[in-house]
């Protein structure tokens, strides 16, 4: 069974930051792309940052320049480190899995930036 787990969230001032942990837990073969998704309060889901298996990433104009993603194959584990965060970045974060059959989610983990 395959699972995604979020972590990391929490309260931050405006211009701090925080760094999110996906862990993947079972058989995920071929994942073509993984990536981080937020959605605010009202708000549609949207993309914020992805990274494909060939390591190419790509980001939300609004977070370029702030936020990386990264991964780590060995530990099968994506992050997203987040600095100089805004108060508009507050949402939930949620992992993504896209393998060639299927994908996946994580349960989303809260992200709030006070002002």
């Known amino acids: 069974q395959v699972q995604l787990v979020e972590s990391g969230g929490g309260l931050v001032q405006a211009g701090g930051s925080l760094r999110l942990s996906c862990a993947v837990s079972?058989?995920?073969?071929?994942?073509?792309?993984m990536g981080w998704y937020r959605q605010a309060p009202g708000n549609q889901r949207e993309l914020v940052a992805s990274?494909?298996?060939?390591?190419?990433?790509s980001y939300l104009d609004s977070v370029k320049g702030r936020f990386t993603i990264s991964r780590d194959n060995t530990k099968n584990t994506m992050y997203l480190q987040m600095n100089s965060l805004k108060p508009e970045d507050t949402g939930v974060y949620y992992c993504?899995?896209?393998?060639?059959?299927?994908?996946?989610w994580g349960r989303g983990t809260q992200v709030t930036v006070s002002s």
């Open positions: 993504y899995a896209k393998p060639v059959a299927g994908d996946y």
């Open positions: 990274i494909s298996s060939g390591g190419s990433t």
């Open positions: 079972g058989r995920i073969f071929s994942i073509l792309f």
